[in-house]
């Protein structure tokens, strides 16, 4: 599977940002799909996870309320949208999948990773 992620960029605090995933090379519907954020210096953590079929979502307790994780079949896209974006959201975002499709929280479950996409929220 191969995972190319887009989207990120500068923004004020406050903003809003939509983050893609673009998957390939499997079966799309049968993966769950998931973000991961590393700050400078820190690990990487989970940000939000949607099960193979989009029925279940699940995110880090500081960013509900305000993150969307959301997917399309026809597109083999996940999104991430963000609102109300503050500094401690500045990171690098990371795309991956499961394969198993059931959601998952630890980084070191994801059987796949797409390349980082930059994100910083200035104050």
């Known amino acids: 599977v191969q995972l190319q992620a887009s989207g990120g960029g500068l923004v004020q605090a406050g903003s809003s940002l939509r983050l893609s995933c673009a998957a390939s090379?499997?079966?799309?519907?049968?993966?769950?799909m998931g973000w991961f954020r590393q700050a400078p210096g820190k690990e990487r953590d989970f940000v939000a996870v949607?099960?193979?079929?989009?029925?279940?979502?699940e995110y880090t307790d500081s960013v509900k309320g305000r993150f969307t994780i959301s997917r399309d079949s026809a597109k083999n896209t996940v999104y991430l949208q963000m609102n109300s974006l503050k500094p401690e959201d500045t990171a690098i975002y990371y795309c991956?999948?499961?394969?198993?499709?059931?959601?998952?929280?630890?980084?070191?479950?994801?059987?796949?990773w797409g390349q980082g996409t930059l994100v910083t929220v200035s104050s």
């Open positions: 949607i099960n193979w079929s989009g029925g279940i979502t």
């Open positions: 991956a999948a499961r394969g198993d499709g059931f959601t998952y929280r630890r980084a070191y479950e994801s059987d796949y």
């Open positions: 090379g499997r079966t799309f519907s049968s993966l769950a």
